[in-house]
Each structure stands twice: as C-alpha cells, then as structure tokens.
C-alpha cells in the first residue's frame, strides 16, 4: 500500500515529524511495486457483520481520482455506479471461485465505500481488471463503522481525533493480469487517493491461504514477536474468533526463512514498516487466517514513492 501523512500534522503520538508537501508530488507520476505476483488483501466476511448496527461517513467527505495509463484507466467509483457491480464480480471470482452459487462478493459495507477500480479500456469501458475497495475517516470526524471490527478490536486506532484512518480491503486482480502491471496502478492509485483526502494511518486484514491457523504457526508467532504495533496503536481479535495455534519461541524457527514463508503483501508490508497486531482470526467464510496491519503513510511515502510503473 502506499500512504500519505498530512503535510502539517503535528508529531503523531509514536514520534513521527512534520513532512513537507514536495515530498509527495511525484506520487502522482511514481510509486513502486513490492510483490510481482498479485495478492489480496481481503475484507471480511459479511456473515460476521450482517447484524451489526453501522455508522457511516458521508460520501461528501471522499474526494475522487481518476487517471489513464497506457490502455487503462484508474479511478474510484461509488454505489449505484454500474461499475461496482463489475468490481463485486472479480472479488467473487478471486475469493470464491469454486462457488457457483453465486456471481458477486457483496455485502453491505460496498455502498459506503468507495471502489478503486482498474478498467482496461481495450476491452471495454466497464471492463475491470483490478480492485480495491476503501473505507475512510477523516481527522476530527465522528467514529464510523469498518468492518475489520467484525474480527479485531481496533479502539486504540480511534484514540487519537487529529488522524486520518483509512480502511482497505477486498483487493483483487483478474486473474489474466497478475504480472505486476495492475498492483503498481492499483498502488498508484491509493498513493493519488490518499493525497489529496490527507490519509494518515491505513489498516486492513491480511490474509495467510487456509482458515487452519496451525499450518502457520511458526509465521504468526514471528509476526507476534517482531512486527507488534506500539501501545497507542496495538490491536487484537475478538476473542470468540481468536485463532488457536502453537506458539513458538525465537529459538524455534529461522526469522529469515519465516519472513520468506510469508505471504508476498504481508513481507511488502513489513518491508514498508508495517505493524501487525497481536493475534490472528480464522475466517471459514473465506478459508482464510487473518491478521491485522496497521501503517503510517510517512514511511511508505518515503519507500515507494520514488520508483515508477
């Protein structure tokens, strides 16, 4: 992912300094790619959240973007745009492909959300390719509802009013495109859109490729002993969700080989500096094992905003 922080905020509680504006213009033209293959970072399970009362922010407060690379064109789209429907389509065949049951991965935090759509225009004008599905509050703004809530507890996140928190999630690339092209626009287009709606911290799941916590065991434990939040930012499941696993000691695994064991978006986000927070949550639903990354805008501003697509 690729982040901004707000140009004249103030330290952040863990330290961070002022930046300056002309340290994000060429994010706009440039942004760099940490993983060649695509992965997801996937939302949750609507199941977990269909009887939960939910508070939203107003769309007036989102500010679009849309921009054109070779033959594709990147731009956010929102609910009832025909758009959405094709993005709710990839998702389904990227998370759910053995189900025939259904066409769309939908549920109804989408109509809230705005969809970070990659469309290429060879093939049509609807015709999406990429996706990412983002869910913002603004600094100062009242507390709203994200869905990572169904499996975390994120209260700290909301602690500090004067920060900009932006939730992704449900990220996804055609299966025919997954040679690095569409995550870089993908990526390009968060860095646009978190510019100019001044994004501060950004949070989502991330997903190990089975609900059987035990089969990463030893990566869970290596995340929970080395890449743990601070305390004004730590984060932890739900406890009736709460992944099961052994817990291995530092003495019990290589920290090299686990790193690259992990999931290719989890390593590109460590490498950004990304925080994991404690635990992790089985989602059946999707058959995944789930953890929570939290990152500052500033240090992937500082890593990926200097190589170009």
């Known amino acids: 992912m690729v982040f901004q922080l707000k140009a004249k905020n103030k330290k952040l509680n863990h330290g961070f300094s ?23 970072v996937k939302g949750w399970s609507k199941s977990l959240v269909e009887n939960k009362t939910i508070n939203f922010l107003s769309k007036k407060y989102r500010n679009n973007i849309e921009f054109s690379f070779s033959n594709f064109i990147v731009k956010t789209v929102k609910e009832p745009d025909p758009i959405v429907s094709k993005s709710k389509e990839l998702r389904h065949k990227s998370f759910f492909k053995d189900n025939k049951n259904q066409t769309k991965d939908s549920d109804k935090f989408d109509d809230y959300c705005d969809h970070l759509v990659v469309i290429d225009k060879s093939i049509s004008d609807n015709y999406v390719v990429g996706s990412y599905r983002l869910l ?30 932006m939730e992704a999630g449900r990220s996804c690339v055609h299966k025919d495109y997954r040679d690095g092209r569409i995550i870089k626009l993908l990526w390009r287009g968060l860095a646009s859109y978190i510019l100019i709606n001044k994004v501060d911290l950004i949070f989502g799941c991330a997903s190990f490729p ?9 990566e869970l434990s290596y995340l929970n002993s080395n890449h743990r939040p601070p305390k004004n930012f730590s984060c932890h499941p739900i406890a009736r969700l709460r992944a099961n696993y052994k817990r291995y000691k530092g003495n019990e695994y290589d920290d090299k080989e686990i790193f690259r064991s992990l999931p ?9 500096g990304a925080w994991i927070g404690e635990g992790a949550v089985c989602d059946y639903a999707f058959n995944t094992t ?15 905003s200097n190589l170009s697509i």
């Open 264 to 272: 290719p978006l989890i390593k590109a986000y460590i490498r950004a």
């Open 210 to 218: 089975s609900s059987n916590s035990q089969l990463f065991a030893k």
């Open 18 to 40: 002022k930046n300056k504006p002309n340290k994000f213009r060429s994010i706009f033209t440039k942004v760099k790619v940490v993983a060649k293959n695509v992965i997801y």
């Open 136 to 165: 913002l509050k603004p600094k100062n703004k009242r507390r709203i509802s994200f869905y990572s809530e169904s499996e975390f507890n994120i209260d700290k996140l909301f602690k500090n009013q004067n920060l900009s928190l």
């Open 290 to 304: 789930d953890v929570l990354v939290v990152l500052n805008s500033r240090n992937i501003i500082k890593k990926y």
